[in-house]
């Protein structure tokens, strides 16, 4: 595998951090960062024409969503909203071809954007090969840990089998089990390594549960070795600092905002719909270093909370100025800032690195 600007994803040792820093690097070197436009230009430029169509856009597009961990484009209307802005980004709105520098502009702010997004919160790359599992699993608070776990879920499954699998789910990546919530790694680890165990029998008690369970972790190590399992771990912290940062610079603001309002739809006075404020809220949210809608349960309680003060008296689809309407998501903004000062939101999140998603993300591979 090549070099890619996350990181040198060769090295196959834990704990590789991506922070961003060889995005900025990229950017950062204007020589280089020219050829490697110029490079993804002419892969690009299909027919050679010296402009990117649409259509010649939409690999490049494809790429920029799965480096930002969007699902693949059709899978959920949320998630292809950011695949149609980004796109939006690079044409202006405008539904017109696109030339070099354009591209050039564009390309450098999502990747000095998505550079900063790492700077914040890395990304560690953990390889599971089963070593810190079998540590674990030898490890002094191992029993401890295990009836611990024992005593919260033995009442929520009828089968032994079920309850060791619940089991797994418990444990994180700091015990060495890759997230079992993905079904690649239940389908290549988890069920393999529990089928040569008699497990569809009724729970009894803790010591068969305790035998039970390590024979098949044991087994799981012995799946890892044989196919390690890459995890993307990160941990996010939201507090409101990335609102305050926005709503504290008016000029970003400001532009942020009339890109946004460019492209929704208005009367003939001029005027848009409250409707709009959600949508709106949502193409703001990176540049605020909020989530997407829909990514974090808390993140959208928070969010509808912000709604429901500053706007839920009002009838929510009348027709309302620009400036006004401005102001009021200035206002669910702050909202959403103080709620997230108050008590932050942490999330940590670990997703599977498959190879077809590494593969697709040629654009952001220096060649
Ligand atoms: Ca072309």
């Known amino acids: 595998?090549?070099?890619?600007?996350?990181?040198?994803?060769?090295?196959?040792?834990?704990?590789?951090?991506?922070?961003?820093?060889?995005i900025m690097e990229l950017?950062?070197?204007?020589?280089?960062?020219?050829?490697?436009?110029?490079?993804?230009?002419?892969?690009?430029?299909k027919d050679r024409d010296g402009k990117l169509s649409l259509k010649e856009l939409e690999p490049a597009v494809a790429d920029i969503g799965a480096a930002l961990g969007l699902p693949a484009q059709g899978t959920t209307p949320d998630s292809d909203h950011i695949y149609y802005q980004v796109l939006n980004e690079f044409t202006h709105g405008k539904q017109e071809k696109?030339?070099?520098?354009?591209?050039?502009?564009?390309?450098?702010?999502?990747?000095?954007?998505?550079?900063?997004?790492?700077?914040?919160?890395?990304i560690v790359i953990l390889r599971m090969d089963g070593e810190d599992l079998l540590e674990f699993l030898n490890g002094p608070s191992y029993d401890e840990e295990m009836s611990s776990i024992f005593s919260q879920i033995q009442?929520?499954?009828?089968?032994?089998?079920?309850?060791?699998?619940?089991?797994?789910?418990?444990?994180?990546?700091?015990?060495g089990i890759p997230p079992t919530s993905d079904s690649w790694v239940f389908n290549n680890i988890v069920d393999p390594a529990l089928l040569s165990q008699a497990l569809d029998r009724p729970v009894t008690d803790q010591e068969t549960f305790m035998e039970e369970f390590k024979k098949g972790a044991l087994s799981v190590v012995d799946f890892l070795k044989e196919k390690p399992v890459i995890v993307a771990h990160s941990e996010n912290t939201f507090d409101g600092s990335g609102v305050k940062r926005l709503l504290s610079n008016?000029?970003?603001?400001?532009?942020?905002?009339?890109?946004?309002?460019?492209?929704?739809?208005?009367?003939?006075?001029?005027?848009?719909?409250?409707?709009?404020?959600?949508?709106?809220?949502?193409?703001?949210?990176?540049?605020?270093?909020?989530?997407?809608?829909?990514?974090?349960?808390?993140?959208?309680?928070?969010?509808?909370?912000a709604f429901k003060m500053v706007n839920n008296a009002d009838n929510k689809s009348v027709m309302i100025k620009e400036e006004e309407f401005k102001k009021i998501l200035s206002e669910i903004l702050g909202s959403i800032m103080l709620q997230l000062e108050g008590s932050p939101i942490a999330i940590s999140s670990n997703s599977v690195v498959h190879e077809p998603l590494s593969a697709s993300t040629t654009l952001l591979h220096p060649s």
């Open 1 to 22: 595998m090549e070099n890619s600007v996350w990181g040198n994803q060769n090295q196959k040792r834990n704990g590789e951090v991506l922070d961003g820093s060889n």
């Open 27 to 45: 950017v950062g070197n204007e020589q280089g960062f020219s050829k490697f436009v110029d490079n993804k230009f002419h892969e690009l430029d």
């Open 98 to 122: 696109v030339s070099k520098s354009e591209f050039k502009e564009v390309l450098s702010d999502i990747l000095l954007g998505m550079a900063a997004g790492l700077k914040r919160d890395p």
């Open 155 to 175: 009442n929520s499954s009828t089968s032994l089998r079920e309850l060791v699998i619940e089991a797994f789910g418990r444990l994180n990546v700091d015990r």
């Open 250 to 305: 008016k000029f970003e603001l400001d532009k942020t905002l009339n890109t946004v309002l460019e492209n929704l739809p208005k009367d003939r006075s001029g005027n848009i719909s409250k409707d709009s404020l959600r949508v709106t809220l949502d193409v703001v949210s990176p540049s605020a270093g909020l989530p997407p809608v829909g990514a974090i349960e808390e993140m959208d309680k928070v969010i509808s909370e």
